[in-house]
Protein backbone atom coordinates (compact mmCIF):
# COMPACT_ATOMS: atom_id res chain seq x y z
CA UNK A 1 0.00 0.00 0.00
CA UNK A 2 1.07 3.37 -1.10
CA UNK A 3 1.43 6.33 1.73
CA UNK A 4 0.03 8.46 -1.05
CA UNK A 5 -1.50 7.97 -4.29
CA UNK A 6 -2.59 10.71 -6.56
CA UNK A 7 -4.82 9.90 -9.07
CA UNK A 8 -5.58 12.08 -12.55
CA UNK A 9 -5.52 15.46 -11.25
CA UNK A 10 -6.22 18.03 -13.17
CA UNK A 11 -6.68 22.03 -12.00
CA UNK A 12 -7.82 25.16 -14.12
CA UNK A 13 -7.43 29.08 -13.14
CA UNK A 14 -10.11 30.91 -14.75
CA UNK A 15 -9.38 29.35 -19.11
CA UNK A 16 -5.36 28.06 -17.93
CA UNK A 17 -5.59 24.63 -17.17
CA UNK A 18 -2.26 24.89 -14.53
CA UNK A 19 -2.70 20.46 -14.20
CA UNK A 20 -3.30 18.08 -16.65
CA UNK A 21 -3.83 14.41 -15.15
CA UNK A 22 -1.40 14.27 -12.86
CA UNK A 23 -0.83 10.80 -11.51
CA UNK A 24 1.83 9.14 -9.31
CA UNK A 25 2.24 7.37 -5.97
CA UNK A 26 4.55 7.70 -2.85
CA UNK A 27 5.91 4.77 -1.01
CA UNK A 28 6.13 5.22 3.04
CA UNK A 29 9.53 6.79 3.74
CA UNK A 30 10.59 7.55 -0.16
CA UNK A 31 11.54 11.15 -1.29
CA UNK A 32 9.92 12.48 -4.55
CA UNK A 33 11.57 15.56 -6.01
CA UNK A 34 9.61 17.37 -8.34
CA UNK A 35 11.31 19.49 -11.00
CA UNK A 36 10.59 21.41 -14.31
CA UNK A 37 10.52 24.91 -15.01
CA UNK A 38 8.73 28.29 -13.39
CA UNK A 39 5.09 27.94 -14.20
CA UNK A 40 5.12 24.27 -14.68
CA UNK A 41 2.63 23.43 -12.20
CA UNK A 42 4.66 22.37 -9.30
CA UNK A 43 3.45 24.53 -6.94
CA UNK A 44 -0.14 24.14 -7.74
CA UNK A 45 0.51 20.35 -7.02
CA UNK A 46 1.46 20.82 -3.41
CA UNK A 47 -0.94 23.18 -2.69
CA UNK A 48 -3.95 20.96 -4.06
CA UNK A 49 -1.77 17.98 -1.76
CA UNK A 50 -2.23 20.49 0.97
CA UNK A 51 -5.77 21.91 -0.16
CA UNK A 52 -4.74 25.22 -0.47
CA UNK A 53 -6.30 24.75 -3.65
CA UNK A 54 -9.25 22.37 -4.71
CA UNK A 55 -8.82 20.51 -7.55
CA UNK A 56 -11.41 20.22 -10.26
CA UNK A 57 -10.90 16.37 -11.02
CA UNK A 58 -8.96 13.51 -9.18
CA UNK A 59 -8.47 11.35 -6.63
CA UNK A 60 -6.09 12.13 -3.47
CA UNK A 61 -5.22 9.09 -1.25
CA UNK A 62 -3.44 8.51 2.05
CA UNK A 63 -2.86 5.38 3.50
CA UNK A 64 -5.76 4.15 1.18
CA UNK A 65 -7.98 6.52 2.87
CA UNK A 66 -10.04 8.63 0.20
CA UNK A 67 -8.79 12.50 0.95
CA UNK A 68 -10.21 13.62 -2.01
CA UNK A 69 -12.71 12.98 -4.67
CA UNK A 70 -13.84 15.12 -7.18
CA UNK A 71 -17.03 12.79 -7.44
CA UNK A 72 -17.62 13.48 -4.03
CA UNK A 73 -18.56 16.27 -2.74
CA UNK A 74 -18.42 15.37 1.05
CA UNK A 75 -14.87 15.20 0.44
CA UNK A 76 -14.51 19.08 0.67
CA UNK A 77 -16.30 20.15 3.60
CA UNK A 78 -14.29 22.60 5.29
CA UNK A 79 -14.68 21.39 8.52
CA UNK A 80 -13.06 17.67 7.21
CA UNK A 81 -10.19 19.50 5.10
CA UNK A 82 -8.89 21.02 8.00
CA UNK A 83 -8.39 17.69 10.07
CA UNK A 84 -7.11 15.93 6.24
CA UNK A 85 -4.71 18.71 5.87
CA UNK A 86 -2.94 17.62 8.89
CA UNK A 87 -1.89 14.28 6.86
CA UNK A 88 0.78 16.85 5.05
CA UNK A 89 3.20 19.42 5.99
CA UNK A 90 4.52 22.76 4.15
CA UNK A 91 7.41 24.34 4.14
CA UNK A 92 6.93 27.72 2.37
CA UNK A 93 9.54 29.07 -0.23
CA UNK A 94 9.00 32.06 2.27
CA UNK A 95 9.08 30.83 5.37
CA UNK A 96 5.84 32.28 6.33
CA UNK A 97 6.57 31.98 9.77
CA UNK A 98 5.15 34.18 12.40
CA UNK A 99 6.69 37.20 13.10
CA UNK A 100 5.09 37.91 16.25
CA UNK A 101 6.66 34.65 17.66
CA UNK A 102 9.74 33.10 18.91
CA UNK A 103 11.31 30.41 16.97
CA UNK A 104 9.97 27.92 19.73
CA UNK A 105 6.68 29.29 19.86
CA UNK A 106 6.24 28.94 16.42
CA UNK A 107 6.98 25.29 16.26
CA UNK A 108 4.58 25.01 19.75
CA UNK A 109 1.30 27.11 18.64
CA UNK A 110 -0.43 24.85 16.20
CA UNK A 111 0.41 22.13 18.65
CA UNK A 112 -1.35 23.72 21.83
CA UNK A 113 -4.28 24.98 19.54
CA UNK A 114 -4.72 21.68 18.79
CA UNK A 115 -4.43 20.02 22.23
CA UNK A 116 -6.91 22.56 23.73
CA UNK A 117 -9.71 20.45 21.84
CA UNK A 118 -8.94 17.88 23.60
CA UNK A 119 -11.28 16.24 26.53
CA UNK A 120 -8.60 16.14 28.93
CA UNK A 121 -6.58 19.24 28.41
CA UNK A 122 -8.40 21.14 31.34
CA UNK A 123 -7.01 18.72 33.90
CA UNK A 124 -3.86 17.68 32.63
CA UNK A 125 -2.86 21.19 31.18
CA UNK A 126 0.73 21.66 32.25
CA UNK A 127 1.70 18.22 31.45
CA UNK A 128 0.71 18.86 28.34
CA UNK A 129 1.83 22.35 27.77
CA UNK A 130 5.28 20.61 29.01
CA UNK A 131 5.32 18.02 25.97
CA UNK A 132 5.04 20.22 23.40
CA UNK A 133 7.58 22.61 24.76
CA UNK A 134 9.62 19.47 25.33
CA UNK A 135 9.12 18.26 21.44
CA UNK A 136 9.36 21.11 20.15
CA UNK A 137 12.83 21.78 21.64
CA UNK A 138 14.10 18.84 20.86
CA UNK A 139 13.18 19.69 17.11
CA UNK A 140 15.04 22.88 17.16
CA UNK A 141 17.78 21.27 18.83
CA UNK A 142 17.48 18.51 15.83
CA UNK A 143 17.77 21.17 13.15
CA UNK A 144 20.77 23.24 14.85
CA UNK A 145 18.83 25.80 16.35
CA UNK A 146 19.37 25.56 20.17
CA UNK A 147 20.76 28.46 20.77
CA UNK A 148 18.15 30.26 19.15
CA UNK A 149 14.77 29.61 20.58
CA UNK A 150 13.97 32.63 22.08
CA UNK A 151 14.87 34.91 19.21
CA UNK A 152 12.07 36.40 16.25
CA UNK A 153 12.02 35.45 12.98
CA UNK A 154 13.21 39.03 12.20
CA UNK A 155 16.58 37.98 14.49
CA UNK A 156 17.06 34.94 12.62
CA UNK A 157 18.96 34.35 8.89
CA UNK A 158 17.07 33.22 6.49
CA UNK A 159 18.28 29.71 6.51
CA UNK A 160 17.81 30.11 10.47
CA UNK A 161 14.30 30.94 9.17
CA UNK A 162 13.53 27.85 6.93
CA UNK A 163 14.81 25.53 9.75
CA UNK A 164 12.01 26.88 12.19
CA UNK A 165 9.66 26.64 9.55
CA UNK A 166 10.89 22.81 8.97
CA UNK A 167 10.69 22.53 12.20
CA UNK A 168 7.17 23.71 12.65
CA UNK A 169 5.57 20.93 10.21
CA UNK A 170 7.17 18.44 11.75
CA UNK A 171 5.94 19.43 14.82
CA UNK A 172 2.48 17.77 14.14
CA UNK A 173 4.20 14.97 12.77
CA UNK A 174 2.46 14.48 9.41
CA UNK A 175 2.39 11.69 7.26
CA UNK A 176 3.64 13.57 4.56
CA UNK A 177 6.22 16.48 4.46
CA UNK A 178 6.01 19.11 1.60
CA UNK A 179 8.61 21.49 0.39
CA UNK A 180 7.87 23.95 -2.17
CA UNK A 181 10.99 25.81 -3.36
CA UNK A 182 12.58 25.68 0.39
CA UNK A 183 15.51 26.94 -0.89
CA UNK A 184 14.84 29.52 -3.60
CA UNK A 185 14.61 32.20 -1.32
CA UNK A 186 18.09 31.84 0.21
CA UNK A 187 22.43 32.73 -0.78
CA UNK A 188 24.25 29.55 -1.48
CA UNK A 189 25.62 29.54 1.61
CA UNK A 190 21.78 29.51 3.42
CA UNK A 191 20.87 27.11 1.08
CA UNK A 192 23.35 24.37 2.08
CA UNK A 193 22.55 24.31 5.23
CA UNK A 194 18.77 23.84 4.72
CA UNK A 195 20.07 21.31 2.26
CA UNK A 196 21.77 19.53 4.93
CA UNK A 197 18.69 19.80 7.33
CA UNK A 198 16.48 18.00 4.53
CA UNK A 199 18.90 15.75 3.45
CA UNK A 200 19.25 14.24 7.36
CA UNK A 201 15.30 13.87 7.28
CA UNK A 202 15.59 11.70 4.81
CA UNK A 203 18.03 9.35 6.62
CA UNK A 204 15.66 8.99 9.23
CA UNK A 205 12.92 7.60 6.49
CA UNK A 206 10.76 11.01 6.57
CA UNK A 207 8.38 10.57 3.43
CA UNK A 208 8.66 13.71 1.38
CA UNK A 209 7.56 15.54 -1.34
CA UNK A 210 10.30 18.23 -2.56
CA UNK A 211 9.91 20.95 -5.77
CA UNK A 212 13.25 22.72 -6.23
CA UNK A 213 15.76 23.86 -8.45
CA UNK A 214 18.52 22.50 -6.80
CA UNK A 215 19.32 19.60 -8.91
CA UNK A 216 22.55 17.98 -7.61
CA UNK A 217 20.59 17.75 -4.31
CA UNK A 218 17.32 16.15 -6.05
CA UNK A 219 19.49 13.68 -7.21
CA UNK A 220 21.61 13.45 -4.32
CA UNK A 221 18.21 12.98 -1.44
CA UNK A 222 15.41 11.23 -3.85
CA UNK A 223 14.04 8.09 -4.55
CA UNK A 224 11.84 9.10 -7.01
CA UNK A 225 12.45 12.34 -9.73
CA UNK A 226 9.01 13.47 -11.22
CA UNK A 227 9.96 15.99 -14.23
CA UNK A 228 6.62 18.35 -14.85
CA UNK A 229 6.35 20.60 -17.76
CA UNK A 230 3.01 22.93 -19.03
CA UNK A 231 0.71 20.97 -16.18
CA UNK A 232 2.03 17.56 -17.15
CA UNK A 233 4.28 14.66 -15.35
CA UNK A 234 6.51 14.62 -18.59
CA UNK A 235 8.86 12.04 -16.71
CA UNK A 236 8.93 9.73 -14.15
CA UNK A 237 11.79 7.08 -13.01
CA UNK A 238 14.61 7.07 -10.63
CA UNK A 239 17.22 9.81 -10.31
CA UNK A 240 19.91 7.94 -12.27
CA UNK A 241 17.34 7.43 -14.91
CA UNK A 242 15.92 10.63 -15.10
CA UNK A 243 18.85 12.64 -14.87
CA UNK A 244 21.49 10.63 -16.37
CA UNK A 245 19.46 9.26 -19.34
CA UNK A 246 16.24 10.66 -19.40
CA UNK A 247 13.51 9.25 -22.34
CA UNK A 248 11.68 12.67 -22.79
CA UNK A 249 13.11 15.82 -25.28
CA UNK A 250 11.85 18.23 -23.15
CA UNK A 251 13.51 16.62 -20.22
CA UNK A 252 16.58 16.37 -22.10
CA UNK A 253 16.28 20.07 -23.04
CA UNK A 254 15.55 21.39 -19.02
CA UNK A 255 18.14 19.87 -17.42
CA UNK A 256 20.38 20.83 -20.54
CA UNK A 257 20.61 24.23 -19.40
CA UNK A 258 22.14 22.98 -15.39
CA UNK A 259 24.72 21.07 -16.86
CA UNK A 260 26.30 24.10 -18.95
CA UNK B 1 -6.74 88.75 37.16
CA UNK B 2 -9.54 87.85 39.53
CA UNK B 3 -11.37 86.72 36.06
CA UNK B 4 -9.19 83.90 35.84
CA UNK B 5 -11.09 81.26 37.85
CA UNK B 6 -14.36 82.32 36.69
CA UNK B 7 -12.77 81.42 32.91
CA UNK B 8 -11.11 78.84 34.15
CA UNK B 9 -13.73 77.19 35.57
CA UNK B 10 -15.48 77.73 32.29
CA UNK B 11 -12.98 76.10 30.38
CA UNK B 12 -12.87 73.49 32.22
CA UNK B 13 -16.15 72.33 31.72
CA UNK B 14 -16.19 73.08 27.82
CA UNK B 15 -12.67 70.87 28.10
CA UNK B 16 -15.15 68.18 29.65
CA UNK B 17 -17.82 68.05 26.88
CA UNK B 18 -14.45 68.10 24.60
CA UNK B 19 -13.34 65.17 26.20
CA UNK B 20 -16.76 63.66 26.35
CA UNK B 21 -17.22 63.86 22.41
CA UNK B 22 -13.88 62.66 21.96
CA UNK B 23 -14.20 59.50 24.04
CA UNK B 24 -17.64 58.66 22.61
CA UNK B 25 -16.45 58.71 19.24
CA UNK B 26 -13.51 56.62 19.15
CA UNK B 27 -15.78 54.20 21.41
CA UNK B 28 -18.15 53.92 18.12
CA UNK B 29 -16.24 54.43 15.32
CA UNK B 30 -13.39 51.46 16.00
CA UNK B 31 -16.22 48.81 15.64
CA UNK B 32 -18.14 50.49 13.23
CA UNK B 33 -14.93 51.27 11.04
CA UNK B 34 -14.61 47.20 11.18
CA UNK B 35 -18.13 46.37 10.29
CA UNK B 36 -17.65 48.67 6.91
CA UNK B 37 -14.25 47.62 6.08
CA UNK B 38 -15.60 44.22 6.03
CA UNK B 39 -18.42 45.60 3.72
CA UNK B 40 -15.71 47.21 1.59
CA UNK B 41 -13.86 44.31 1.55
CA UNK B 42 -16.96 41.91 0.72
CA UNK B 43 -17.20 39.39 -2.09
CA UNK B 44 -20.95 40.66 -2.25
CA UNK B 45 -20.84 43.29 -4.68
CA UNK B 46 -23.88 45.13 -3.37
CA UNK B 47 -22.61 45.27 0.18
CA UNK B 48 -18.74 45.91 -1.37
CA UNK B 49 -20.15 49.28 -3.59
CA UNK B 50 -22.42 50.58 -0.96
CA UNK B 51 -20.09 50.55 1.75
CA UNK B 52 -17.81 52.21 -1.02
CA UNK B 53 -20.37 55.04 -1.87
CA UNK B 54 -21.08 55.48 1.71
CA UNK B 55 -17.34 56.05 2.50
CA UNK B 56 -17.07 58.30 -0.51
CA UNK B 57 -19.23 60.39 0.46
CA UNK B 58 -18.60 60.88 4.04
CA UNK B 59 -14.81 61.37 3.50
CA UNK B 60 -15.59 63.58 0.47
CA UNK B 61 -17.75 66.16 2.36
CA UNK B 62 -17.03 68.26 5.25
CA UNK B 63 -17.80 66.74 8.43
CA UNK B 64 -19.08 70.21 9.52
CA UNK B 65 -21.72 69.81 7.08
CA UNK B 66 -22.58 66.71 7.81
CA UNK B 67 -23.05 67.41 11.41
CA UNK B 68 -25.29 70.65 10.31
CA UNK B 69 -27.37 67.83 7.74
CA UNK B 70 -27.65 65.12 10.62
CA UNK B 71 -28.49 68.41 13.69
CA UNK B 72 -31.18 70.24 11.78
CA UNK B 73 -32.57 68.18 9.24
CA UNK B 74 -35.40 65.49 11.13
CA UNK B 75 -36.66 68.73 13.42
CA UNK B 76 -36.85 71.35 9.96
CA UNK B 77 -37.78 68.93 7.40
CA UNK B 78 -39.26 66.16 9.06
CA UNK B 79 -40.84 68.19 12.02
CA UNK B 80 -39.12 65.96 14.62
CA UNK B 81 -36.41 67.09 16.48
CA UNK B 82 -35.06 63.48 17.40
CA UNK B 83 -31.91 64.73 19.05
CA UNK B 84 -34.40 66.24 21.58
CA UNK B 85 -33.64 69.63 22.76
CA UNK B 86 -30.74 71.33 24.92
CA UNK B 87 -27.37 70.44 25.65
CA UNK B 88 -27.52 66.88 25.61
CA UNK B 89 -29.50 66.55 22.30
CA UNK B 90 -26.95 68.68 20.72
CA UNK B 91 -24.19 66.55 22.13
CA UNK B 92 -26.02 63.06 20.63
CA UNK B 93 -26.30 64.83 17.38
CA UNK B 94 -22.51 65.53 17.12
CA UNK B 95 -21.57 62.43 18.54
CA UNK B 96 -23.39 60.27 15.53
CA UNK B 97 -22.22 62.70 12.77
CA UNK B 98 -18.41 62.21 14.68
CA UNK B 99 -18.38 58.47 14.67
CA UNK B 100 -20.07 58.15 11.22
CA UNK B 101 -17.20 60.70 9.86
CA UNK B 102 -14.68 58.78 11.79
CA UNK B 103 -15.37 55.25 11.44
CA UNK B 104 -15.29 55.75 7.51
CA UNK B 105 -11.61 56.94 7.91
CA UNK B 106 -11.02 54.14 9.99
CA UNK B 107 -13.05 51.59 8.06
CA UNK B 108 -10.13 52.69 4.97
CA UNK B 109 -7.11 52.59 7.17
CA UNK B 110 -8.26 48.95 9.21
CA UNK B 111 -8.88 47.40 4.83
CA UNK B 112 -5.06 48.68 4.45
CA UNK B 113 -4.22 46.96 7.36
CA UNK B 114 -5.88 43.93 6.90
CA UNK B 115 -4.81 43.86 3.28
CA UNK B 116 -1.21 44.46 4.03
CA UNK B 117 -0.62 41.33 6.00
CA UNK B 118 0.51 39.13 3.64
CA UNK B 119 -1.58 35.90 2.23
CA UNK B 120 1.37 33.54 3.39
CA UNK B 121 0.81 34.04 6.89
CA UNK B 122 -2.95 32.39 6.57
CA UNK B 123 -1.49 29.97 4.41
CA UNK B 124 0.96 28.82 6.67
CA UNK B 125 -2.08 28.47 9.79
CA UNK B 126 -4.36 26.64 7.34
CA UNK B 127 -1.86 23.89 6.55
CA UNK B 128 -0.66 23.72 10.29
CA UNK B 129 -4.82 22.84 10.67
CA UNK B 130 -5.68 25.74 12.32
CA UNK B 131 -9.31 26.86 12.01
CA UNK B 132 -10.03 30.80 10.10
CA UNK B 133 -11.25 32.26 13.96
CA UNK B 134 -7.96 30.79 15.24
CA UNK B 135 -5.74 32.44 12.41
CA UNK B 136 -7.13 35.67 12.63
CA UNK B 137 -7.44 36.33 16.67
CA UNK B 138 -3.51 34.21 17.06
CA UNK B 139 -1.42 35.13 14.06
CA UNK B 140 -3.13 38.09 11.83
CA UNK B 141 -4.45 40.54 14.45
CA UNK B 142 -1.68 41.54 16.02
CA UNK B 143 0.22 42.16 12.90
CA UNK B 144 -2.58 44.32 11.75
CA UNK B 145 -2.38 46.26 14.89
CA UNK B 146 0.42 46.92 14.42
CA UNK B 147 0.47 48.14 11.05
CA UNK B 148 -2.33 50.50 11.79
CA UNK B 149 -1.36 51.87 14.82
CA UNK B 150 0.80 54.64 13.17
CA UNK B 151 -1.53 56.33 11.04
CA UNK B 152 -4.70 55.52 13.48
CA UNK B 153 -3.00 57.83 16.01
CA UNK B 154 -2.32 60.59 13.03
CA UNK B 155 -6.89 60.15 13.07
CA UNK B 156 -6.61 60.45 16.62
CA UNK B 157 -4.64 63.25 17.14
CA UNK B 158 -6.83 65.08 14.68
CA UNK B 159 -9.72 64.12 16.28
CA UNK B 160 -9.05 65.85 19.45
CA UNK B 161 -9.18 69.19 17.60
CA UNK B 162 -11.82 68.54 15.46
CA UNK B 163 -14.15 68.36 18.29
CA UNK B 164 -14.03 71.84 18.27
CA UNK B 165 -16.05 71.57 14.86
CA UNK B 166 -19.17 70.84 17.03
CA UNK B 167 -19.48 74.64 17.71
CA UNK B 168 -21.03 75.02 14.62
CA UNK B 169 -24.52 73.58 16.46
CA UNK B 170 -23.71 75.15 19.37
CA UNK B 171 -22.20 72.19 21.21
CA UNK B 172 -20.64 73.62 24.69
CA UNK B 173 -17.39 72.71 23.72
CA UNK B 174 -13.94 74.19 25.19
CA UNK B 175 -13.50 76.61 22.01
CA UNK B 176 -17.66 77.41 22.62
CA UNK B 177 -16.54 78.17 26.63
CA UNK B 178 -13.75 80.42 25.14
CA UNK B 179 -15.80 82.54 22.82
CA UNK B 180 -18.11 83.03 25.22
CA UNK B 181 -16.48 85.65 26.70
CA UNK B 182 -15.72 87.55 23.64
CA UNK B 183 -19.58 88.03 23.53
CA UNK B 184 -19.79 88.29 27.27
CA UNK B 185 -20.47 85.98 29.90
CA UNK B 186 -20.16 85.59 33.58
CA UNK B 187 -19.34 89.83 33.70
CA UNK B 188 -16.83 89.76 31.58
CA UNK B 189 -16.64 90.46 27.60
CA UNK B 190 -14.40 91.04 24.51
CA UNK B 191 -12.17 89.39 26.15
CA UNK B 192 -9.99 87.13 23.42
CA UNK B 193 -7.30 85.60 26.12
CA UNK B 194 -9.68 82.68 27.27
CA UNK B 195 -9.24 81.53 24.18
CA UNK B 196 -5.65 81.45 23.74
CA UNK B 197 -6.05 79.28 27.05
CA UNK B 198 -7.87 76.46 25.19
CA UNK B 199 -4.60 76.25 23.13
CA UNK B 200 -3.05 74.84 26.46
CA UNK B 201 -5.82 71.82 26.61
CA UNK B 202 -5.05 71.25 23.25
CA UNK B 203 -1.54 70.93 23.16
CA UNK B 204 -1.54 69.56 26.63
CA UNK B 205 -4.11 66.62 25.67
CA UNK B 206 -2.67 65.55 22.33
CA UNK B 207 1.09 65.84 23.93
CA UNK B 208 -0.13 63.19 25.98
CA UNK B 209 -2.03 61.01 23.54
CA UNK B 210 1.55 61.52 21.35
CA UNK B 211 3.48 59.75 24.37
CA UNK B 212 1.01 57.39 24.76
CA UNK B 213 0.34 56.13 21.21
CA UNK B 214 4.47 56.32 20.95
CA UNK B 215 4.83 53.70 23.50
CA UNK B 216 2.14 51.64 21.90
CA UNK B 217 4.15 52.03 18.82
CA UNK B 218 7.54 50.95 20.45
CA UNK B 219 5.79 48.05 22.36
CA UNK B 220 4.97 46.23 19.32
CA UNK B 221 8.25 46.88 17.78
CA UNK B 222 9.64 44.09 19.23
CA UNK B 223 8.64 42.15 16.00
CA UNK B 224 8.53 43.09 12.08
Known amino acids: ?260 | MEQMPTVINSLNIGFIQTLKLFFVTLIGSFPLGLIIAFGSMSRFAPVKYISKLFVWIIRGTPLMLQMMIIYYFPGLVLHNNIWGSGEMGRFIAASVSFIINYSCYFSEIYRGGIQSVPVGQEEAGLVLGMTKRQIFFKVTLLQMIKRIVPPISNEIITLVKDTSLARIIALQEIIWAGQSFMKGSHGISGAIWPLFFTMIYYLAFSGILTVLLGKLEKKLNYFR
Open chain 1, 1 to 260: MSILEVKNISKSFDRTKVLKDISFTLEKGEVVSIIGSSGSGKTTLLRCLNFLEQPDSGIIKVNDDILFDSDDPATFKESEIRKKRLHFGLVFQSFNLFPQYTALKNVMLARELLAKQLPDYKTNKKEIQNNIQKQAEELLIQMGLSDRMDNYPHQLSGGQCQRVAIARALALSPDILCFDEPTSALDPELTGEVLKVIKKLSEHNTTMIIVTHEMSFAKDVSNQIIFMDDGYVVERGEPAQVFDNPANERTRQFLAHYNQ
